[in-house]
Nanobody, 127 residues
Framework: QVQLEESGGGLVQPGGSLRLACAVS????????IGWFRQAPGKEREGISC????????AYGESAKGRFTISRDDVKNTVFLQMNSLKPEDTAVYYC????????????????????WGKGTLVTVSS
């Protein structure tokens, strides 16, 4: 069974940074693309970033480019999302998910391609 667990959310001031972590199993990391998504109240779920299992190729959504970086630690079986220069509009529940690697390999961060989801972690950007 594929399980994902997010951590690292919290309250941060505008301009600050946070690093989110998604803990997965070794099998999951080796066979699925891992993606980060977010959903703010009243808004649709938005793709932030994903990373492919085979070659570590990453893709980013428009709102993440230049500010967020995805990475993975194959020893800790964890995927990280480093978020810098945070803005109030980044406030949302952030989810990590696992799914078919093809979309991510083609540069797409689409939640429709994800099959398994964590419970989410809340990020609040406010002064």
């Amino acid at each position: 069974q594929v399980q994902l667990e997010e951590s690292g959310g919290g309250l941060v001031q505008p301009g600050g940074s946070l690093r989110l972590a998604c803990a997965v199993s070794r099998f999951t990391l080796e066979n699925y693309a891992i993606g980060w998504f977010r959903q703010a109240p009243g808004k649709e779920r938005e793709g932030i970033s994903c990373i492919s299992p085979s070659n570590g190729k990453s893709a980013y959504g428009e709102s993440a480019k230049g500010r967020f970086t995805i990475s993975r630690d194959d020893v800790k079986n964890t995927v990280f999302l480093q978020m810098n220069s945070l803005k109030p509009e980044d406030t949302a529940v952030y989810y990590c998910a696992a799914g078919n690697p093809l979309g991510c390999l083609l540069g797409s961060v689409d939640h429709h391609g994800m099959d398994y989801w964590g419970k989410g972690t809340l990020v609040t950007v406010s002064s």
